[in-house]
């Protein structure tokens, strides 16, 4: 469907992987090798029907019991789903701190697994910005630049990936607004404190419109907010509009409808 395929977009890619499943009775040697790998796809299948269906809760039970998995495929999403259950309202403080930090280990074993995996890199520092809320500002801008690095390498690998894009638009929208005191602390951490302007962030945003149209209410709020740090009402109003007509799939969706500005 439609939404199930728009969902997938959002950082999903398919892969046969190469996770090994054994049953508690021993298997001979070939057989077991063509069972593995029908047995990651299998996982993997369902796990992105899971997480087209908005089924968080399912898609974590899913994937954390293969934790100890060497497979990056699995990881990156077990990352992703413990961070999308880390958001969900009904998550206790003490959950969503858990599953922040969690998220992080298993996007970075993901890395270590393969570090050609586009996704893993992506998760990787989406999840290092989320530990950052739990350590303090100095050390969410301290790890600012290696959260860009891992999205630009996240692009390198997978050109096309409209969310990674997106991501890169944020970090450079975050720093062209960040207030005088951030900026302090950046300029006791770097010798070259990182910045950015709001035509940086613009050209991002646009950039993954352009990867994939339409795909995500927040790119298109962005590029309304963005267009407004900048004076130009007219395309703001064009593309808050679209944000608040875009047709609600997620939590996060109804969020950005509703956003006042």
């Given at each position: 469907t439609q939404v199930l395929r728009k969902s997938l977009q959002r950082g999903v890619v398919l892969s046969t992987g190469s996770f090994l499943v054994y049953e508690a009775h021993k298997l001979v040697s070939g057989f077991a090798e063509v069972h593995a790998s029908f047995?990651?796809?299998?996982?993997i299948e369902q796990a992105d029907y899971l997480y087209g269906s908005g089924e968080t809760e399912k898609l974590y039970q899913l994937l954390v019991q293969h934790k100890n998995s060497d497979d990056a495929e699995l990881l990156w999403r077990l990352a992703r789903s413990s961070r999308d259950l880390a958001q969900l309202g009904s998550t206790s403080a003490e959950e969503k701190r858990q599953l922040t930090y969690d998220s992080l280990e298993y996007a970075k074993k993901a890395l270590e697994k393969n570090e050609s995996n586009f996704a893993a890199h992506k998760w990787y520092g989406i999840c290092l910005?989320?530990?950052?809320?739990?350590?303090?500002?100095?050390?969410?801008?301290?790890?600012?630049?290696?959260?860009k690095e891992h999205f630009q390498r996240a692009?390198?690998?997978?050109?096309?990936?409209?969310?990674t894009i997106h991501l890169i638009g944020i970090w450079?929208?975050?720093f062209a607004e960040m207030p005088w005191y951030q900026r302090k602390i950046a300029a006791t951490l770097f010798a070259t404190p990182p910045?950015?302007?709001?035509?940086?962030?613009?050209?991002?945003?646009?950039?993954?419109?352009?990867?994939?149209?339409?795909?995500?209410?927040?790119?298109?709020?962005?590029?309304?907010k963005t267009y407004l740090k900048l004076n130009n009402k007219k395309m703001a109003l064009l593309w808050l509009s679209k944000a608040k007509e875009y047709p609600a799939q997620t939590e996060e969706d109804k969020q950005v409808g509703s956003e006042e500005l």
């Open positions: 047995k990651v796809e299998d996982v910005s989320d530990v950052g809320d739990y350590e303090g500002i100095k050390t969410k801008i301290g790890n600012a630049i290696i959260i692009i390198e690998l997978n050109p096309k990936d409209a969310t450079c929208y975050s910045t950015s302007t709001f035509q940086e962030a613009l050209r991002y945003f646009h950039m993954a419109e352009e990867a994939d149209p339409n795909f995500y209410s927040k790119n298109l709020l962005f590029l309304g």
